[in-house]
């Protein structure tokens, strides 16, 4: 295993440790940090839970559905580099966040908004970058994993669907505003 892979797996382990050491800190607290960090929907006082709230897992099945998803998405990303892991993650995280602050109706907590956008990402940005080994990659995890984009609709009680629209939303928008540029034509000689 390259040093490239080396690193993308530890990130992508060390993200989920996170979470799992969060959600002890959830259990011990009483779950006082859901109810205090969580997104709560068109509130001022809510509007942290767009940075908190994805740390946050209401339950072990809840956490458990999002960490196996989380590793093999954030280490595909983490293999294009920290750097890149870290942006796309940023406006994955934002956009689903912010995407439930304004339209879902009710306290919100989970990364499966992330989780959505690393997904949609890996999806689409082959497209954008114009490479077949992408596009094959793209359509393996969609054969694998392609049956969580249900999770864009409001088809399940007590499922933000919010989170994982807007978060998709925020994977497609990285994938185009992280692709290769164009070079220009070149200017004239004189």
Same mark, same amino acid.
């Given at each position: 295993?390259?040093?490239?892979?080396?690193?993308?797996?530890?990130?992508?382990?060390?993200?989920?440790?996170?979470?799992?050491?969060?959600?002890?800190?959830?259990?011990?607290?009483?779950?006082?940090?859901?109810?205090?960090?969580?997104?709560?929907?068109?509130?001022?006082?809510?509007?942290?839970?767009?940075? $908190?709230?994805?740390?946050?897992?209401?339950?072990?099945?809840? +956490?458990?559905? %999002?960490?196996?998803?989380?590793?093999?998405?954030?280490?595909?990303? +983490?293999?294009?580099?920290?750097?890149?892991?870290?942006?796309?993650?940023?406006?994955?995280?934002?956009?689903?966040?912010?995407?439930?602050?304004? $339209?879902?109706?009710?306290?919100?907590?989970?990364?499966?908004?992330?989780?959505?956008?690393?997904?949609?990402?890996?999806?689409?940005?082959?497209?954008? %970058?114009?490479?077949?080994?992408?596009?094959?990659?793209?359509?393996?995890?969609?054969?694998?994993?392609?049956?969580?984009?249900?999770?864009?609709?409001?088809?399940?009680?007590?499922?933000?669907?919010?989170?994982?629209?807007?978060?998709?939303?925020?994977?497609?928008?990285?994938?185009?505003?992280?692709?290769?540029?164009?070079?220009?034509?070149?200017?004239?000689?004189?």
């Amino acid at each position: 295993m390259g040093e490239r892979a080396r690193t993308a797996l530890a990130c992508s382990l060390g993200f989920a440790a996170v979470l799992w050491g969060v959600f002890i800190l959830t259990v011990v607290s009483g779950g006082g940090l859901i109810r205090d960090l969580g997104i709560a929907p068109r509130r001022v006082d809510g509007l942290d839970g767009v940075l $908190f709230g994805p740390l946050l897992h209401a339950g072990i099945p809840h +956490l458990l559905g %999002n960490t196996v998803p989380l590793i093999v998405f954030s280490f595909l990303v +983490l293999l294009e580099g920290v750097r890149r892991f870290l942006l796309v993650a940023a406006i994955c995280w934002l956009a689903s966040g912010l995407g439930v602050w304004i $339209f879902g109706s009710g306290l919100t907590v989970g990364v499966s908004g992330v989780v959505f956008g690393l997904f949609a990402y890996l999806l689409v940005r082959g497209f954008y %970058n114009r490479s077949a080994g992408q596009i094959l990659l793209a359509l393996l995890l969609f054969a694998v994993f392609g049956s969580i984009l249900w999770g864009v609709l409001p088809v399940s009680f007590g499922v933000s669907w919010q989170a994982h629209l807007f978060g998709a939303a925020g994977g497609v928008l990285a994938a185009v505003l992280l692709r290769p540029r164009q070079a220009g034509p070149a200017l004239p000689q004189r």
